[in-house]
C-alpha cells in the first residue's frame, strides 16, 4: 500500500521567507500527485496537481522519482499562505486508481 | 455549479447509537469517497463508491458502512458508535478515478459521540 510521509507536523516561517513542505511517498508508478490544502475555517481543496505543470499561488512543486519526493515550494511565504497542507500521491498498484492517499498534513504558519 | 453537499452538519450522539450521514456530489460526478478526518491521524480514507458499487475500502471496522444511490448521492453509516469515532466526516466527489482526477470536498459533518 501507498505510504505518504509528511514530516512536519508544523512549520513556522517569517512572511516573505522561502517555504518547502515535504513529502515523501513510497509507490511512484504514477505521475499523477496532488497538493491539497485547507485554509481556517474552508473546505479541503486541491492546491496544485503536478501533471498540470500549473504554479498556483506562487506555489510549486517538484516530481524527483530518484528520492520519491514532490515537495511543495514558495520563494516567498505570505501571511495569507497560513493553512493544512495534505500531499497526495499516487494510488499504489493494486488500488485501481480509487483510492486517494493522504499525508497527515503540515501545518504552515507564516509570522510577520 | 453546486459544490459537494453534506448533511447533517454537526451532530451529537451517544454511545452505542447508530448515525446515517449524506453526501451530494457535484452534478456529473459518479466517484464519491468518504475519509474520516482527526487531529491525530489526520485524513483516513474510508471507502469509495463508483456506480452504486463499492470499489475500495480503508482499514476500518465493520461497522463503519455506505452505499451509493443511482443518482450518485451517497451515504455512510456507523454503528454501535465509540467515542473514538468523534471526527469530522468529509465527502468528496470527482468525475471517476479519484487518485487520476481532482476530487472536490464537502464541508463534512462533525459527528461527536459522548
Known amino acids: 500500500a501507498q505510504r505518504v510521509t509528511q514530516p512536519e507536523k508544523l512549520l513556522s516561517v517569517f512572511k516573505g521567507a522561502p517555504v518547502e513542505l515535504k513529502c515523501n511517498y513510497s509507490y511512484s508508478g504514477s505521475p499523477e500527485l496532488f497538493w491539497y490544502v485547507q485554509y481556517s475555517r474552508q473546505r479541503l481543496q486541491l492546491l496544485l496537481r503536478h501533471i498540470s505543470r500549473e504554479s498556483i499561488k506562487g506555489f510549486t512543486a517538484d516530481l524527483n522519482k530518484g528520492e520519491t519526493s514532490f515537495h511543495l515550494k514558495k520563494p516567498f511565504a505570505q501571511e495569507e499562505d497560513s493553512a493544512m497542507y495534505y500531499c497526495?500521491?499516487?494510488?499504489?498498484?493494486?488500488?485501481?486508481?480509487?483510492?486517494?492517499?493522504f499525508g497527515t498534513g503540515t501545518q504552515l504558519k507564516v509570522e510577520l | 455549479k453546486a459544490g459537494v453537499t453534506q448533511t447533517p452538519r454537526y451532530l451529537i450522539k451517544t454511545r452505542g447509537q447508530q448515525v446515517t450521514l449524506s453526501c451530494s456530489p457535484i452534478?456529473?460526478?459518479?466517484?464519491v469517497s468518504w475519509y474520516q478526518q482527526t487531529p491525530g491521524q489526520g485524513l483516513q480514507f474510508l471507502f469509495e463508491y463508483f456506480s452504486e458499487t463499492q470499489r475500495n475500502k480503508g482499514n476500518f471496522p465493520g461497522r463503519f458502512s455506505g452505499r451509493q444511490f443511482s443518482n450518485s448521492r451517497s451515504e455512510m453509516n456507523v454503528s454501535t458508535l465509540e467515542l473514538g469515532d468523534s471526527a469530522l466526516y468529509l465527502c468528496a466527489s470527482s468525475l471517476e478515478h479519484p487518485s487520476g482526477n481532482t476530487i472536490y470536498f464537502g464541508e463534512g459533518s462533525w459527528l461527536t459521540v459522548v
Open positions: 497526495a500521491p499516487p494510488e499504489d498498484e493494486t488500488g485501481g486508481g480509487n483510492k486517494l492517499t
Open positions: 452534478s456529473g460526478h459518479r466517484s
